[in-house]
Nanobody
Framework: QVQLVESGGGLVQAGGSLRPSCAAS????????MGWFRQVPGKEREFAAA????????YYADSVKGRFTISRDNAKNTVSLQMNSLKPEDTAVYYC???????????????????WGQGTQVTVSS
């Protein structure tokens, strides 16, 4: 089992920055990758960014590329998402997720992830 707790969401004006973080606990040695997804009411959960736990390879959705940066701290078992130049359309609940068991899907597919945090609200005002 892996437990995930997000923090660091909030309200910011367009053009501003936020840095939500996700702390992992439990069987963290089994984590293969961590991802950030986001969801607005009435829509499917959408991929934002992912990072492999050992090699540090990163993946980004086109909508956030160049504005968001995902990073991890293996010693602290945390993953962060630096979000710059925020836009009102970035408003969503942001979830972190851990990939532990290979599902055969890509790092940007929600189906690849086995454990999810409770989410943190990010609101960008215009």
């Amino acid at each position: 089992q892996v437990q995930l707790v997000e923090s660091g969401g909030g309200l910011v004006q367009a053009g501003g920055s936020l840095r939500p973080s996700c702390a992992a606990s439990g069987r963290t040695f089994s984590i293969r990758a961590m991802g950030w997804f986001r969801q607005v009411p009435g829509k499917e959960r959408e991929f934002a960014a992912a990072i492999t736990w050992n090699g540090g390879n990163t993946y980004y959705a086109d909508s956030v590329k160049g504005r968001f940066t995902i990073s991890r701290d293996n010693a602290k078992n945390t993953v962060s998402l630096q979000m710059n130049s925020l836009k009102p359309e970035d408003t969503a609940v942001y979830y972190c997720a851990a990939d532990v068991f290979p599902q055969g899907a890509t790092p940007w597919a929600a189906s690849e992830y086995d454990y999810w945090g409770q989410g943190t609200q990010v609101t960008v005002s215009s």
